[in-house]
């Protein structure tokens, strides 16, 4: 079966950093991919991570240590509108399993 | 780019009735397209792969003839839940993949009430 676990619910301060981790357990691996779902709609694609290291995307960056079955997801000058479900999901073969999903608040 | 449709984006059904929800790729064709549900605050969990021209891939616990797949052109994907009841009420989110990538692209979502 596919564990994939991450935090619940964090809360951070406008302007502020803010990690999510992912730990995973998986049959198979083939990537890791960070989605950000605001309530009611579709996941956006934020990153995608196969190899070990950090992806940077402007304020998002990415962590992969596959050895640990570890990524984590990093939202720098976290702004209001950053508030959202950040979604971490396996790829195995050719399916996508999805964590439960860490909703992140960012307050002023 | 890459963008991906569902219609509806809201249904009201009564038990016992038949929905369909359609799933499009609009600019890009997509030889795999994935079918999820999401409760809410919970995980999207895969229902079934739906490949172009042939028979849909159920994940176990999916009742294929409760949940109709079909993949009839490299654009459209359809989901029809058969006989709903309130049970099926969810969340209900697509994605396309396009030949040779990894990445899927997700519609916007269908929430099905059923009453």
């Known amino acids: 079966g596919q564990n994939i676990d991450q935090p619940t619910e964090m809360t951070a301060t406008e302007g502020a950093i803010v990690q999510i981790n992912c730990t995973y357990q998986?049959?198979?691996?083939?990537?890791l991919f960070w989605y950000q779902q605001h309530a009611g709609e579709a996941p956006t694609f934020l990153s995608y991570n196969v190899l070990d290291g950090l992806e940077e995307k402007g304020r998002f960056s990415s962590f992969l240590s596959r050895s640990k079955g570890y990524s984590y997801l990093l939202l720098k000058e976290l702004q209001m509108k950053d508030s959202a479900s950040y979604l971490c999901?396996?790829?195995?073969?050719?399916?996508?399993?999805f964590g439960a999903g860490t909703t992140v608040t960012v307050r002023a | 780019g890459a963008v991906v449709s569902q219609h509806p984006s809201r249904v009201i059904c009564k038990s016992g009735t038949s929905v369909k929800i359609e799933c499009r790729s609009l600019?890009?064709?997509?030889?795999?397209m994935f079918w999820y549900r999401q409760f809410p605050k919970k995980s999207l969990m895969l229902m079934a792969t739906s490949n172009e021209g042939s028979k849909a891939t159920y994940e176990q616990g999916v009742e294929k003839d409760k949940f109709l797949i079909n993949h009839a052109s490299l654009t459209l994907s359809t989901l029809t839940v058969t006989s709903a009841h309130p049970e099926d009420s969810s969340f209900y989110i697509c994605?396309?993949?396009?030949?040779?990538?990894?990445?899927?692209?997700f519609g916007p979502g269908t929430r099905l009430t059923v009453t």
């Open positions: 999901a396996v790829l195995n073969d050719y399916k996508l399993s």
């Open positions: 998986t049959s198979g691996f083939n990537g």
């Open positions: 600019d890009f064709q997509a030889t795999t």
């Open positions: 994605s396309a993949e396009p030949a040779g990538f990894n990445e899927q692209y």
